[in-house]
């Protein structure tokens, strides 16, 4: 199946400071979608993208569809001690009737004060 | 809007008991809804595709018989873990598809499950 590797697992920033993390497939996707889960809660979605190339942003947050379709990139501007928490990259299958999403292992962001 | 419910948000019960869980779509009408388990510091992993009026999709490795799951109506779907053991403790969350129909899933806020 479509396996999505996301990186970096974790990071540790200054607040105020810029975030930038990816995520890559062996497999093209037609979906690219970003979400945030804080903890003890279900993942929030941030920002879908539906077209290679695509870039989108929402606020502070920034996500890009690769051209290639094989991987994503998403940014979080001027960090904030709120974005704190783990960022998920997933789409769905491109090929059968399935519409189930393949998460990426995550990125735990942290903000320090 | 899309906004999707799950109650009880936490469950401790004692092992050899039923826990059903309940997922709503609390906007939109939502033929397909899925159920993910997650363990600490992992990532989710799908359990299960819950089609209404059907009998739900079950992943590889995923007991049905264990995991029951009924998708009554379009805003419904009830995971049912039962029997269940300590090792079946996990933040379970479910997810329903955007009414667009666009790929994009909303998910409930989870449900902590502790068996004893």
């Known amino acids: 199946g479509q396996q999505l590797n996301q990186s970096p697992q974790s990071m540790f920033i200054q607040e105020g400071e810029d975030v930038s993390m990816n995520c890559t497939s062996s497999?093209?996707?037609?979906?690219w979608l970003w979400y945030k889960q804080d903890p003890g809660e279900g993942p929030v979605l941030l920002i879908a993208l539906y077209k290679a190339g695509e870039l989108t942003s929402n606020g502070r947050l920034t996500a890009q569809f690769g051209i290639t379709r094989k991987d994503s990139f998403l940014n979080i501007s001027a960090s904030i001690p709120s974005d704190v928490g783990i960022y998920f990259c997933a789409g769905p299958p491109t090929s059968g009737s399935a519409r189930q999403l393949t998460f990426g292992s995550g990125t735990q962001l942290t903000v320090l004060p | 809007g899309a906004v999707v419910s799950q109650h009880p948000s936490w469950v401790i019960c004692k092992s050899g008991t039923s826990v059903k869980i309940e997922c709503r779509s609390l906007?939109?009408?939502?033929?397909?809804m899925f159920w993910y388990r997650q363990f600490p510091k992992q990532s989710l992993m799908l359990m299960a595709t819950?089609?209404?009026?059907?009998?739900?999709?079950?992943e590889q490795g995923v007991e049905k018989d264990k995991f029951l799951i009924n998708h009554a109506s379009l805003t419904l779907s009830t995971l049912t873990v039962t029997s269940a053991h300590p090792e079946d403790s996990s933040f379970y969350i479910c997810?329903?598809?955007?009414?667009?129909?666009?790929?994009?899933?909303?998910f409930g806020p989870g449900t902590r499950l502790t068996v004893l």
């Open positions: 497999s093209i996707f037609n979906t």
């Open positions: 819950s089609n209404e009026g059907s009998k739900a999709t079950y």
């Open positions: 906007d939109f009408q939502a033929t397909t």
């Open positions: 997810s329903a598809e955007s009414p667009a129909g666009s790929d994009t899933q909303y």
